[in-house]
């Protein structure tokens, strides 16, 4: 059984940087995706970042090009989101989420298998 732990949020001020972390635990395969969704109260889930872990690609959703970085941890399975230039509008609920293979061709919740409980990060203008 596949389990997903993200860690790393918190409130900062405008401008700032969080690093956020996820391990996935349970997977026999070595190239998963793993990916990183936000959703705000009243907001639909929206997927931010992507990695293929093992092979490369990376993507980004429009908004956070230039100020987030997914990355690939040393250990299996584990993935950070470096978060820069941090906007009020970046304020939401970071979720973790993966799927054995590459990683789909849109950022849709549907597509991942499993998730993990999520992590606050608050933004102060």
């Known amino acids: 059984q596949v389990q997903v732990v993200e860690s790393g949020g918190g409130s900062v001020q405008a401008g700032g940087s969080l690093r956020l972390s996820c391990a996935a635990s349970?997977?026999?395969?070595?190239?998963?995706?793993m990916s990183w969704f936000r959703q705000a109260p009243g907001k639909e889930r929206q997927g931010v970042a992507a990695?293929?872990?093992?092979?490369?690609?990376?993507y980004y959703v429009d908004s956070v090009k230039g100020r987030f970085t997914i990355s690939q941890g040393s250990a299996k399975n584990t993935v950070y989101l470096q978060m820069n230039s941090l906007k009020p509008d970046d304020s939401a609920m970071y979720y973790c989420a993966t799927v054995g293979g590459p990683c789909p061709t849109r950022f849709d919740p549907l597509e991942y298998r499993s998730w993990g409980q999520g992590t606050q990060v608050t933004v102060a203008s």
């Open positions: 990695i293929w872990i093992g092979m490369g690609p990376r």
């Open positions: 349970g997977y026999r395969g070595d190239h998963v995706c």
